[in-house]
């Protein structure tokens, strides 16, 4: 399957809400997004994306674009925001976890929390 993609992101930093449409330019369509939130930690000073909802259109789950939708996302944050820690869902369904647990392993500075995965650049970036 050749196919690319292109995340949109947009941030709100006055409501701090964020949303990442990603579309596959050969179909010129979204196929999936991600939406959260964003504070920052008032000890650190550090901003945290927190992730509210993702979604993916079924006929692209279950091969890895779920994963690269994730990385894409993440990345482009963290590119804006070099500080920044991003943070998953506290409430993750099957393919959610899935994709954290699959960046856990491929990434050193993903880690699993006790109720969350967490992404910072801590160490170096993914």
Do not use: H
């Not at 500080?83 to 990434?107: H, I, P």
Request: glycine share 6%; net charge positive.
């Amino acid at each position: 399957m050749n196919q690319f993609f292109d995340v949109n992101l947009s941030i709100d930093v006055n409501d701090g809400k964020w949303i990442a449409s990603f579309k596959d330019v050969n179909i010129e369509d979204n196929i999936g997004c991600i939406e959260g939130n964003m504070r920052r930690n008032k000890k650190t000073g550090i901003k945290i994306f927190e992730i509210d909802n993702s979604d993916l259109t079924d006929p692209y789950r279950g091969k890895g674009i779920g994963l690269f939708m994730y990385e894409s996302v993440i990345k482009k944050i963290l590119n804006i925001f070099p500080n920044a820690e991003f943070r998953s869902s506290t409430n993750l369904n099957e393919f959610s976890k899935g994709t954290w647990k699959c960046m856990v392993k491929k990434y050193y500075n993903v880690e699993e929390m006790t109720s969350q995965f967490v992404v910072s650049r801590k160490k170096e970036m993914l």
